[in-house]
């Protein structure tokens, strides 16, 4: 034991002590909040006045769908992926320019051919062609100097829908305020009830939050896997391995390094954690009403390390393996796919589960002793499962764990001193036999 205790901090103080480790510990979480943040702050602030013209031989229809497009703005609570307000307040703080429209009530082919010019030479950022029958047909032609302005296609075609409808409205006796209000927006709160009692919820935030954790478990039992077999390879080809097993066995070893890592794991999980909590204030004034009433649940903090240990042992167990195979990171790559592979099907089912927790498909997954570190933790992040479940879970995962722990260490007792050419799966069998 002792022996694994030196290893253990030996492996622990020279990787947290590494620039890499400062550096990853610290860009990380910066680049996630970049990629998260940044896309929507530059949908918002990007760009200036939009120059739009409405093409209709019906003057009416056109003149309200003009006056619904300068009536839109951005609020400061919006983003371009949520509900556009057609009358915001006087004081609201405009995020999104504001259209200027020009109306054409004559089409014709040689205006079209104008227009297509206006485009091409930017001096205008798209017109809105109407047909005639566009009151019965609900249909209409956008032609956009920029196609892949989803953002602008929408405000468009809402403020032709809604000029629609409220001339549809009109046609029936609605007056144009009272139209306006029929055809605004409903706001609906959500409210998750469980056996631990109801929390109002904002649904994204109760979607991304399940993701979030999700993601943090994925990336670090995937580095730190990688981490314990690269340790494993360095050593193996520079020949270190063989003074050290002068000192220790080939398993203390192997569990020096795999709880070494775990431990630099675990340390910077809760770098990462104590961060977020120091500046949770300014983080959900960053992030907004995305993660507003997303709710934790108590347990779940138990839980978390619970499973990334499990999830974390159990692949540097397989990770640990590969690198005593191996001669080169090369070669270890070639055997990684078929490792990573129950990895890869988490994250591919992992939103079905995020929407419905308790379907068997999500039951079986947090089953499999290696998909239930991730699946389950999720599971139990949206809606907490019977304590059976959970238990189960545990108990088979740890009984896989001890047998890829007395597996994988026989094959590290034979690989981790053999050198040049790559092993066959028939030695490899052999060395679990015989060693």
Same mark, same amino acid.
């Given at each position: 034991?002792?022996?694994?205790?030196?290893?253990?901090?030996?492996?622990?103080?020279?990787?947290?002590?590494?620039?890499?480790?400062?550096?990853?510990?610290?860009?990380?979480?910066?680049?996630?909040?970049?990629?998260?943040?940044?896309?929507?702050?530059?949908?918002?602030?990007?760009?200036?006045? %939009?120059?739009?013209?409405?093409?209709?031989?019906?003057?009416?229809?056109?003149?309200?769908?003009?006056?619904?497009?300068?009536?839109?703005?951005?609020?400061?609570?919006?983003?371009?992926? %949520?509900?556009?307000?057609?009358?915001?307040?006087?004081?609201?703080?405009?995020?999104?320019?504001?259209?200027?429209?020009?109306?054409?009530?004559?089409?014709?082919?040689?205006?079209?051919?104008?227009?297509?010019?206006?485009?091409?030479?930017?001096?205008?950022?798209?017109?809105?062609?109407?047909?005639?029958?566009?009151?019965?047909?609900?249909?209409?032609? *956008?032609?956009?100097?920029?196609?892949?302005?989803?953002?602008?296609?929408?405000?468009?075609?809402?403020?032709?829908?809604?000029?629609?409808?409220?001339?549809?409205?009109?046609?029936?006796?609605?007056?144009?305020?009272?139209?306006?209000?029929?055809?605004?927006?409903?706001?609906?709160?959500?409210?998750?009830?469980?056996?631990?009692?109801?929390?109002?919820?904002?649904?994204?935030?109760?979607?991304?939050?399940?993701?979030?954790?999700?993601?943090?478990?994925?990336?670090?039992?995937?580095?730190?896997?990688?981490?314990?077999?690269?340790?494993?390879?360095?050593?193996?080809?520079?020949?270190?391995?063989?003074?050290?097993?002068?000192?220790?066995?080939?398993?203390?070893?192997?569990?020096?390094?795999?709880?070494?890592?775990?431990?630099?794991?675990?340390?910077?999980?809760?770098?990462?954690?104590?961060?977020?909590?120091?500046?949770?204030?300014?983080?959900?004034?960053?992030?907004?009403?995305?993660?507003?009433?997303?709710?934790?649940?108590?347990?779940?903090?138990?839980?978390?390390?619970?499973?990334?240990?499990?999830?974390?042992?159990?692949?540097?167990?397989?990770?640990?393996?590969?690198?005593?195979?191996?001669?080169?990171?090369?070669?270890?790559?070639?055997?990684?796919?078929?490792?990573?592979?129950?990895?890869?099907?988490?994250?591919?089912?992992?939103?079905?589960?995020?929407?419905?927790?308790?379907?068997?498909?999500?039951?079986?997954?947090?089953?499999?002793?290696?998909?239930?570190?991730?699946?389950?933790?999720?599971?139990?992040?949206?809606?907490?499962?019977?304590?059976?479940?959970?238990?189960?879970?545990?108990?088979?995962?740890?009984?896989?764990?001890?047998?890829?722990?007395?597996?994988?260490?026989?094959?590290?007792?034979?690989?981790?001193?053999?050198?040049?050419?790559?092993?066959?799966?028939?030695?490899?069998?052999?060395?679990?036999? *015989?060693?």
């Amino acid at each position: 034991m002792r022996n694994i205790w030196l290893i253990l901090r030996r492996e622990y103080l020279v990787r947290v002590r590494s620039k890499a480790f400062v550096l990853f510990t610290v860009l990380l979480p910066l680049l996630m909040g970049a990629a998260v943040l940044l896309p929507t702050k530059l949908a918002i602030h990007s760009s200036s006045t %939009r120059r739009v013209t409405i093409v209709s031989s019906d003057a009416t229809l056109a003149a309200a769908v003009r006056g619904e497009l300068e009536e839109m703005r951005m609020s400061e609570d919006e983003d371009p992926s %949520r509900k556009l307000k057609s009358t915001p307040s006087p004081d609201a703080k405009s995020k999104k320019p504001a259209f200027v429209v020009s109306v054409e009530n004559t089409p014709n082919d040689a205006l079209k051919e104008r227009l297509t010019a206006e485009l091409r030479d930017n001096k205008l950022d798209g017109f809105l062609w109407i047909a005639p029958d566009a009151m019965t047909s609900r249909k209409a032609v *956008y032609y956009s100097r920029n196609g892949s302005d989803f953002v602008e296609a929408s405000q468009v075609s809402r403020g032709l829908r809604f000029a629609l409808s409220e001339q549809q409205l009109s046609a029936r006796g609605v007056g144009t305020a009272e139209a306006k209000k029929l055809l605004g927006p409903v706001d609906v709160d959500t409210v998750k009830v469980d056996k631990s009692g109801s929390n109002k919820s904002n649904g994204m935030g109760a979607f991304f939050l399940p993701f979030a954790l999700l993601m943090m478990i994925y990336v670090t039992v995937l580095t730190y896997g990688l981490y314990v077999m690269r340790s494993v390879i360095e050593e193996k080809s520079s020949r270190v391995v063989e003074v050290l097993l002068g000192s220790v066995t080939p398993f203390e070893l192997m569990a020096g390094k795999i709880l070494g890592v775990a431990a630099v794991g675990l340390t910077q999980i809760s770098i990462w954690m104590v961060a977020a909590t120091a500046m949770g204030a300014g983080a959900m004034a960053m992030v907004g009403d995305l993660m507003k009433d997303a709710h934790l649940d108590p347990a779940v903090k138990f839980l978390f390390p619970v499973y990334f240990l499990l999830g974390y042992l159990t692949y540097a167990c397989l990770y640990a393996a590969i690198g005593a195979v191996v001669n080169s990171d090369e070669e270890a790559q070639q055997l990684q796919f078929p490792v990573t592979i129950p990895l890869i099907a988490c994250m591919v089912v992992a939103t079905s589960v995020i929407r419905d927790p308790n379907t068997s498909m999500a039951f079986w997954f947090s089953m499999f002793p290696l998909t239930s570190p991730i699946i389950m933790f999720v599971r139990a992040t949206v809606s907490m499962p019977p304590v059976w479940q959970i238990v189960v879970s545990i108990a088979l995962s740890l009984v896989t764990l001890y047998g890829l722990v007395w597996l994988t260490s026989r094959i590290y007792r034979v690989g981790i001193l053999m050198y040049g050419k790559r092993p066959t799966l028939p030695e490899i069998l052999k060395w679990i036999k *015989y060693s």
